[in-house]
T-cell receptor
Framework: ETGVTQTPRHLVMGMTNKKSLKCEQH?????MYWYKQSAKKPLELMFV???????ENNSVPSRFSPECPNSSHLFLHLHTLQPEDSALYLC???????????????FGPGTRLLVL | AQKVTQAQTEISVVEKEDVTLDCVYE???????LFWYKQPPSGELVFLIR????DEQNEISGRYSWNFQKSTSSFNFTITASQVVDSAVYFC???????????WGAGTKLIIKP
């Protein structure tokens, strides 16, 4: 496998369900990101992990819980979501740029989430 | 404050026409980076180009070209001889050296008709 992969590609869940999104990068990067893309809204950065430590949490509700067990894997645990959480969730990775300089982010194909 | 404006919400052209997508940015930093990404209907954001603020040379890659003008704070993207496969949403993004976060434009939906 190459690049950034995400599973599942599509997910339908009820508001009381618990599910997890998975992201894996095969690029040797050490920073990973979760974004939310809703219809007619700009891309929203949710979480950033650098060297497996969370460095950014952009006021995301606690029903979204990220986990980064190592530099190649990133999870987004979902619990008691709302219909307005329906969106495309994109994962990205880059070399760590937090110490200065900006590295290019490479994206996965996304998970289309529908909350009923 | 940082801001990226893509004023064209949607552009529709006939195949083989040239098309330019506009991107205007705002930043107070002297060191910054500009990006273009393509998002086809499948959803994946595909990286196209990264340019730093000190490199104003225009770039050409096949049918794609980019015009970076600091004087007008613009980083426009031109597709020459467009093809149906170019149909996608194109995003321009900005990142300052002091802040690794990307600031995204709203995107321009490009429709290429056969």
């Amino acid at each position: 496998e190459t690049g950034v992969t995400q599973t599942p590609r599509h997910l339908v869940m009820g508001m009381t369900n618990k599910k997890s999104l998975k992201c894996e990068q095969h690029l040797g990067h050490n920073a990973m990101y979760w974004y939310k893309q809703s219809a007619k809204k700009p891309l929203e950065l949710m979480f950033v992990y650098s060297l497996e430590e969370r460095v950014e949490n952009n006021s995301v509700p606690s029903r979204f819980s990220p986990e980064c067990p190592n530099s190649s894997h990133l999870f987004l645990h979902l619990h008691t979501l709302q219909p307005e959480d329906s969106a495309l969730y994109l994962c990205a990775s880059s070399q760590d740029g937090t110490s200065g300089g900006v590295e290019t982010q490479y994206f996965g194909p996304g998970t289309r989430l529908l909350v009923l | 404050a940082q801001k990226v404006t893509q004023a064209q919400t949607e552009i529709s052209v006939v195949e083989k026409e040239d098309v330019t997508l506009d991107c205007v940015y705002e930043t107070r930093d002297t060191t910054y980076y500009l990006f273009w990404y393509k998002q086809p209907p499948s959803g994946e954001l595909v990286f196209l180009i990264r340019r730093n603020s000190f490199d104003e040379q225009n770039e050409i890659s096949g049918r794609y070209s980019w015009n970076f003008q600091k004087s007008t704070s613009s980083f426009n993207f031109t597709i020459t001889a467009s093809q149906v496969v170019d149909s996608a949403v194109y995003f321009c993004a900005l990142s300052e050296d002091s802040n690794y976060q990307l600031i995204w434009g709203a995107g321009t939906k490009l429709i290429i008709k056969p």
